[in-house]
């Protein structure tokens, strides 16, 4: 593993103080070691550098970080606004810290164990989020990321110019409204109406490419076209058959770090520039987890 050095001053006074920048993987992950978030909330100088980091490694994980609920909303908040969930609940006192309990009476809900980036089904996906291990079960229930960029990068050109100006569509309803009775699901669609994003996004500060469809992306709208269809029977297996390709470059390893937590562990992660999968493979343990999710902006 890498590691760097860097000097961070503190705001709370002690001066300054090394923190440790460990890659996890090639493609991206880092370890900060060496550095209080409670204290990154309260520092302007420090946020800037842990930002500067998360643009570089899309992800950043820490240990031990026993800190307060305000604390963490409030290093969320130095990204943007707090987005809420539809589905999950809030913490009462801290509004946009949402709450994924998971019990140790109830069975797995499969909805975290898919590759996906939060809130697609937004018009504006999340920016980021930042969030915290409250319980982990004794063994299992880790969490993959993956760097999209390198996952549109390692398409072969003829793939990248097939899929260059494609658009498609990302619900809720066809994935958390799934499950309801059909008045409730058309309730969520109206709410949350389906999100049309480019198959490839432009990372709005990195200026990276980025392959841009997920678990919830449903299909993709403007394929049908002359240059991709023959047949109007062509139209269905041929737009499909790509989207499936394309959603699952998000499954190849050398584009992924795991990380496995620890009560008071974070990770902070860019959301427009990676997925992720919550591995369930720790039922009947439970799992507890506290996320602040950043509103973000439109993807063009």
Sequence with gaps: MHRTTTEAEQSSGTGARSMTVTRLTSSLGAELSGVDLADVARSDVLFAGLRALLLEHKVLFLRDQDISRADHVALARRFGSLEDHPVAPSDPDHPGLVRIYKSEDSAPEHYENSYHCDGSWRREPAMGAVLRCVQT????????????????????????????????????????????????????????????????????????????????????????????????????????????????????????????????????????????????????????????????????
Aim: without cysteine.
């Design 137 to 300: 079960p004794s063994v299992g229930g880790d969490t993959i990321w993956v760097n999209m960029a390198a996952a549109y990068e390692g398409l072969p050109d003829h793939v990248k110019e097939r899929i260059a100006g494609l658009r498609a569509r990302h619900s809720i309803e066809a994935t958390f409204g799934a499950r309801l009775p059909v008045a409730e699901r058309h309730r969520l669609k109206e709410r949350y109406p389906d999100a049309e994003h480019p198959v490839v996004r432009t990372h709005p500060e990195t200026g990276e490419k980025i392959l841009f469809v997920n678990a919830f992306t449903t299909h993709i709208v403007n394929y049908h076209t002359p240059v991709n269809v023959r047949y109007g029977a062509d139209y269905a297996p041929g737009a499909s058959l790509l989207l499936n390709y394309l959603i699952g470059r998000a499954a190849i390893p050398e584009y992924q770090v795991r990380w496995r937590w620890s009560a008071d562990s974070f990770a902070i992660w860019d959301n427009r520039a990676t997925q992720h999968y919550a591995v369930q493979d720790y039922w009947p343990a439970g799992r507890r987890m506290e996320r602040a999710g950043i509103v973000g902006d439109q993807p063009f």
